[in-house]
């Protein structure tokens, strides 16, 4: 069963992304997204990290956003876990 983390970042993925309602809810660790997801250019990118912020009620430094966090669900959500968890 999914968690809190894992379920506010598959809604903010949609939101943000205007993915089609429960396409998110395929993902599973190995979906790509950056590269792989039209949706998420390096325009939404800036976007998601500041939804990520905001619903997550994180902080995310400069320095922490690289591309293996970005390349799959898996990596985002075990960015946001610990973010979350810190």
Known sequence: MPDETDLLLRRILTDVL???PGQA???DADTGLFGHLPELDSMAVAGLLTELEDRLDIMI???EIDGEML?????LLAFAEAKRGS
């Open 71 to 75: 390349e799959t669900y898996g990596g």
């Open 61 to 63: 430094e400069d320095d």
């Open 18 to 20: 205007g993915l089609k």
């Open 25 to 27: 809810d395929a993902f």
